[in-house]
């Protein structure tokens, strides 16, 4: 699962505008733009979610989510080692 949060916060790490991310995942503006007004989880179809998790990670975005390895508890984003 992927929170509103963390979508900004990839977008962020990757320095990329709402629209230049909505380019990237083929989907549109006013789709990133609910993604990232919801509140915790991401609400979205799952066709639209896959595209933009796929997209971030094309960028080399990784989600983290609650229970997986990192140096806390809790979900996060962080570059990839690629």
């Known amino acids: 699962m992927l929170t509103a949060s963390q979508l900004k ?20 503006l006013p789709t990133i733009q609910r993604m990232e007004a919801s509140e915790g989880v991401v609400r979205a179809q ?3 979610l896959m595209k933009v998790l796929g997209a971030l990670d094309r960028l080399g975005v990784e989600v983290i989510g609650p229970e997986q390895p990192s140096n806390a508890r809790g979900r996060g984003v962080r570059l990839k080692n690629d």
């Open 9 to 28: 916060a990839a977008r962020a790490l990757l320095g990329l505008d709402q629209s230049e991310l909505a380019a990237a995942a083929g989907v549109s």
């Open 46 to 48: 799952v066709d639209s």
